[in-house]
């Protein structure tokens, strides 16, 4: 079955968030945590608008903290697809912090999320191609079969660690 093909404009999204105290931890910093959750979403609504179907995180990699980021300040949590396979999609997430009072703006992490598109049954789907446009999303495409690679590496040796210590 043909699904066409769509580019990574398709999914973007962007979502923007006023850091409040109780977002932050006791150095007035955003907890990692709530930062995690907010780029769920967006590389969630991203996986849904390039599938058009329930979409689930499969893994979240590569997640690098940049700089800090301070109470008051407003973040803008970026995502967008950057590679499919058949039925996984490949999300790319910045995360971008902005002191209103300044207007300085600094990049505070990048990271890469998979997400696994599924049908009514709860089973994967096909998911479509995608179609990289600009050079940066072209240089994405091309070395995420090395990311997936390494991914599955590592979830290949985390399961067979696991079962030799009979955890």
Do not use: C
Not at 61 to 86: C, Q, Y
Not at 132 to 155: I, S, V
């Amino acid at each position: 079955m043909d699904l066409g093909k769509k580019t990574p404009a398709d999914s973007f999204t962007l979502m923007t968030q006023l850091i409040f105290p109780s977002d932050t931890n006791h150095y007035d910093t955003m907890f990692g945590g709530r930062l995690m959750e907010y780029m769920d979403k967006a590389a969630a609504i991203a996986a849904m608008r390039h599938a058009r179907t329930r979409s689930v995180t499969a893994s979240m990699d590569s997640i690098d903290f940049l700089a800090p980021i301070m109470i008051g300040e407003v973040i803008e949590v970026k995502a967008f697809v950057s590679w499919t396979h058949r039925s996984s999609m490949e999300i790319y997430v910045t995360v971008t912090a902005e002191n209103l009072f300044t207007g300085e703006k600094k990049r505070t992490v990048n990271a890469f999320f998979t997400f696994v598109a599924l049908g009514d049954n709860g089973r994967p789907v096909a998911v479509p191609e995608l179609e990289p446009q600009t050079d940066f999303e072209k240089q994405l495409f091309n070395d995420a079969p090395e990311r997936h690679a390494l991914r599955k590496k590592r979830k290949l040796e985390q399961k067979n660690g696991v079962q030799q210590e009979g955890i």
